[in-house]
């Protein structure tokens, strides 16, 4: 371990997945294939200790994610107390549960932002990614936010099937309001790992789509602040992701695992902390699975000797993971990894001829939508 | 960006007053020992001098008030230059509104 990962700071970032329950079926979704299996969800009660003790010990960007969150009835009370404590309070959801009385409820409770998730531009795609009918309802929530004077933060997760209508999603931005949007290329990760064949787009399909919003960014005649995530597949070096584990970023998971990114509960080997047992202090600084990855010592060759190693942390341990089956290996991504060609062979796989433009993709593998009875048919 | 005309359109000089933008939040964060710019996912650390001219732009006092406080608070005399160079930056990142 370096000397700077010898004291650990703060978990700056705190996401709380509330619920893995959602009224969205979305293909991409990172949560965890074998989320039935889970425990049950955390008491009011767990939340608000979990909320505090993290504030204490310098938490201050609270995330409320999920599942959706807005499915938890105590939702209120949990954004209120973190309010109390000085949080800065950011909901991520799908707008589905999101009515007037409970946006001026969580309003007054103190919440700080919203980022409302779309599926993509129309109501066809939109309903169809989601498996739900869910855009015009979604319209209405944006018109809410706008109404209740939040800052507009727009995510919509792109990949083969929606990212050729990157001008139009960006056009149904501007026509809410939107301030902030959230072009996010999928990563691979829980059902979208499973569905990823059919969810990679092709290069030439993620330049069209950079170059539209370069496009769209030069002719927009207000602020708008366009994050396009480029897909780290189509990189040659891997993402600073969570810019190291255990160096800002803390999880909780609906049943109280204590992680130190969403997905790292994968990660074989490791002692990953309830927070029914422990003190988030616990979890932060004294468990194998927040220590494990802290510094350089984990760090197998290339990364080891490698002078970038202090930028990207060797990129993601669940992608190296999943892919090479070893969390310590470079991630792929990275052209420098003896396994880089796993990364430029799922690439080159996607350079097929596309799909008409019609909501069910004429391909021979099924999507798999994220639903209670898919889990359990994965994880019998 | 450029489009907006907001900050652009107007001067920084003694009677500007400077508010922080509605869509950050300023706040001392202990842990840190810092001062913090809190916003949709994100948080910029601030150093000292930014922290202490930010903390003052409660959007009544004017940059000549603010300056005369950093003087008086730092034994210092000569702030006006780094404070409305601090602000232009400021201004252009869009963590404050000049109200006048």
Known sequence: MNAQAKVPGPPLWLLLELTYRCPLHCVFCYNPTDFTRTGPELSTEDWLRVVREARALGAVQLGLSGGEP?????????????????????????????????????????????????QDSSKQMNDFLSSTRTFELKSKVAALIKQYDYPMVLNVVLHRLNIDHVEEILNMADRLGAEYVELANTQYYGWAWHNRDQLMPSRAQVERAEAATKRFRERIGRPMQIYFVVPDYFERRPKPCMNGLGSIFLTVTPDGTALPCHAARMLPGLEFPNVRDTSVKHAWFDSSGFNHFRGDDWMKEPCRSCPEKARDFGGCRCQAF???????????????????HLVTEAVAAAERPR????????????LVFRTPANSATLFP | MSADPSNDAKPINGESIPAIDRRFRLQWEAA??????????????LNTSAGEILKRCDGKATLADITASLEQSFGATGLSGDVFAFIAMAAEKKWITLLS
């Open chain 1, 355 to 366: 799909p008409a433009e019609e909501p069910r993709p004429a391909e021979e593998k099924p």
């Open chain 1, 70 to 118: 807005l499915v938890r009835d105590d939702l209120e009370l949990i954004v209120a107390e973190a309010h109390r404590l000085g949080f800065y309070i950011n909901l991520i959801t799908s707008g589905v549960g999101l009515n007037e009385t409970r946006i001026a409820a969580l309003k007054a409770a103190g919440l700080d932002h919203i980022q409302l998730s779309f």
């Open chain 2, 32 to 45: 840190q020992n810092a001062h913090v710019l809190l916003y949709p996912e994100g948080m910029i650390k």
């Open chain 1, 322 to 340: 999943l892919m090479t089956g070893d969390a310590a290996n470079a991630d792929p991504v990275c052209d420098l990894s003896p396994h880089h």
